[in-house]
């Protein structure tokens, strides 16, 4: 079996064992996720989804190489629209923009009605992804945060319940126990972030000083954005 990546490694692990589950792989490359999942007795059926159909091709080989034919089976699908209503426990959604993200889940929302799993690794626009589930009865139940090949991979595992009231907007941003639990890659993140940001403040300061109108309007932000990561730091001390 092909060894996954760290990245696709840390999003398997946050899926919860379901006996005689099913789960559901969309955008699912080369179906190693789908694969590990049944392998490592999971989920006893994987849906391995995809849009394109070279990688859903190349997914098949794999499947078929590890003899798993029977157990996990490939669609061509826009999102979820090759996805009965209630056919699947746990959905994964990886490796692809937050907007992205939000409008899968947004047009499939009559197919998640019994998913009990969501497993979601949005590339960007993270707490908007955090927003919506919120906002539409979700609990975000497990995070992790990855750092492979130069770029940082935030990560969570969102389950049916409702969040709570007065959600921070610290825990939107960062994501509420990669904080508290003091995430190792978090506080790397963090400590990257503050220094590009102190950078640049640096030379919007310069400009401002010059008379520049947009960079003093694009300062005020700025201050704001470096008062929330250090909000974010304090929880490492």
């Given amino acids: 079996m092909n060894r996954l990546s760290a990245r696709m490694a840390a999003v398997a692990a946050l899926c919860l064992k379901k006996e005689g589950g099913c789960g559901a792989d969309v955008g699912c490359d080369h179906g190693y996720v789908s694969i590990f999942l049944v392998k490592t007795g999971i989920f006893e059926k994987m849906l391995a989804m995809d849009l394109r159909k070279g990688p859903l091709c190349a997914a098949k080989e794999n ?15 826009d999102g979820l629209a090759s996805l009965n209503e209630d056919e699947a426990d746990a959905v994964i959604l ?18 998640l009605r019994k998913t009990s799993q969501l497993i979601l690794q949005p590339q960007s626009e993270v707490r908007s992804v955090r927003e919506y589930l919120i906002g539409n009865g979700y609990t975000i139940t497990a995070e992790d945060m990855v750092f492979e090949d130069g770029k940082f991979y935030p990560m969570f595992r969102a389950e049916p319940g409702k969040a709570g009231d007065g959600i921070k907007e610290l825990f939107l941003e960062y994501g509420r126990q990669t904080l508290e639990n003091r995430h190792p890659v978090l506080k790397k993140y963090l400590d990257h972030r503050l220094e590009m940001e102190t950078a640049v403040s640096g030379q919007l300061k310069s400009a ?16 704001k954005e470096l008062n929330m990561l250090r909000q974010a730091l304090s929880y490492y001390e």
């Fill in 208 to 223: 401002a000083e010059n008379g520049s109108e947009r960079s003093e309007a694009r300062l005020s932000d700025l201050e």
């Fill in 63 to 77: 499947i078929s190489k590890e003899g798993l034919g029977g157990s996990i089976e490939c669609r061509l699908s």
């Fill in 94 to 111: 990886a490796g692809m923009g937050g907007e992205l993200i939000r409008r899968i889940l947004m047009e499939g929302k009559n197919k």
